[in-house]
């Protein structure tokens, strides 16, 4: 297991010569304790780096990728997190916010890991996550609400 050099998002030049032309990794902090191995393997690659929702607001999140779009021209952005986390699920809003807000087509991929193994998002889910009555919606056409 080679874990990628711990680096942060919010520290991060968003003009780096390390972000232009990067498939570029955001994941949460905690999966270097949680789940190594599935963070390594990620993480190859790509340009690794961390966040945490406990610690940090997502404006911040969403206001960075967004200039890291425009200004870095990241190759790709793939967001890696725990599900069923309030705070990591943030981490896929502020992507998704931040492709809106620069109207850009940055080729974006949404990763969780539950119970250890990932899954991919699509960024339809993401959208539906966030507008809990359209989730009510569904699970009661399904027959999972009431």
Known sequence: MDLPGLRFLLSTSVTS???RGSHVLVYSECLR???????????????????CLERE???????KLATMMVMGRP???????????????????ALQQALRLTGLEVPVRHLVVEKG???????????KARHLSEVAALMRAGGGVK
């Open 75 to 93: 190759a790709s952005i793939t967001a890696l997190t725990v599900d069923g986390s309030p705070h990591c699920v943030q981490v896929h809003f």
């Open 17 to 19: 010569r390390d972000v």
């Open 117 to 127: 193994i990932v899954y991919e998002i699509g960024p339809e889910v993401i959208r």
């Open 57 to 63: 607001h997502i404006s911040h999140i969403t206001a």
């Open 33 to 51: 304790e949680e789940w190594p191995d599935i963070l390594a393997r990620e993480a190859e690659g790509r340009l690794a780096l961390a966040v």
